[in-house]
């Protein structure tokens, strides 16, 4: 059902991939709501992704780049201005990726320079997304910024390796570029904690599906999938949430809010003998 929450608004949605991706979900969402969303992702992406057939479905364009360089950014800003004709009003940061995680490298022996490859392209390349629509005056008064993080920002989580300090330096951009932009422009700048999502990202950090388990038994509400990331980020995206920024937004079925579950306390208890859990 559309409410044209997002009629007559532009944006650009950084890191659709392919079917499973939550940017993927979020532009055919803001699309269904009256928007008109240009894509952009990395040309190893698009090769590998499904990302022109979401284009066609949107009547969009995809335009190739690496956010982690300005000049990339500079050349979909400028892509975007041209078909839209003139500014937009969002912007959603979607781009993730820990080449530790990929190697399978422990958090206690990391690689410095792919930590410095996580950082870069997981978080400095959302302070550059924003600096860079500043920057060439891009974004309408009252826009909105969203990236998408997690938990790990704030808690310590198996095996989530170094993505936790890129997701926490990712909420403290959002945070310091809010009053900067906010002040000067009106734009507002958000976060969302979502829950574990079995993206191509998210399904290679080890344990994942049973991460996805603990968190559904953990979570009142249950896990919240990308159908309903997508439904979410739409409001932040929308004049409803005008008043809103430097937030990190907790989309989780609650389980942030929570500490033991019932459902989770039993699954516990049933494997209080297991030799091979001691830590």
Wanted: hydrophobic fraction near 40%; glycine fraction near 6%; proline fraction near 3%.
């Amino acid at each position: 059902m559309s409410y044209n929450l997002l009629k007559g608004k532009k944006g650009v949605v950084f890191g659709a991939l392919n079917e499973n991706s939550m940017a993927w979900k979020i532009a055919e969402r803001a699309y269904e709501e009256g928007a008109e969303v240009l894509l952009s992702n990395t040309p190893v992406s698009i090769r590998m992704g499904n990302v022109k057939q979401l284009a066609e479905k949107l009547n969009s364009q995809v335009v190739p780049a690496d956010a982690t360089k300005v000049e990339d950014i500079k050349k979909v800003y400028e892509a975007a201005k041209e078909q839209f004709g003139g500014s937009f009003d969002f912007i959603l940061h979607s781009i993730g990726m820990s080449p530790n995680v990929r190697k399978k490298v422990p958090y206690d022996a990391l690689d410095y320079t792919k930590f410095e490859q996580t950082i870069d392209i997981s978080a400095i390349s959302f302070h550059k997304i924003i600096q860079t629509a500043k920057q060439m005056d891009v974004i309408n008064e009252w826009g909105s910024i969203v990236a998408l993080s997690y938990i790990a920002a704030q808690r310590t989580l198996f095996e989530y390796n170094d993505m936790a300090e890129a997701k926490a330096l990712l909420e403290s951009i959002a945070r310091s570029f809010g009053y900067i932009y906010g002040r000067e422009k009106m734009v507002r700048i958000n976060t969302i904690s979502q829950s574990p999502t079995p993206t191509t990202a998210g399904s290679g950090v080890k344990g994942f599906d049973g991460l996805m388990d603990f968190t559904e038994r953990m979570s009142p509400l249950g896990n919240a999938d990308a159908d309903d990331l997508a439904n979410y980020c739409i409001t932040l995206f929308s004049d409803l949430t005008k008043k809103v920024t430097m937030q990190n937004l907790y989309h989780d079925g609650g389980f942030s809010s929570m500490g033991m579950s019932k459902r989770a306390m039993f699954m516990y208890n049933k494997s209080l003998n297991c030799d091979e859990c001691d830590d």
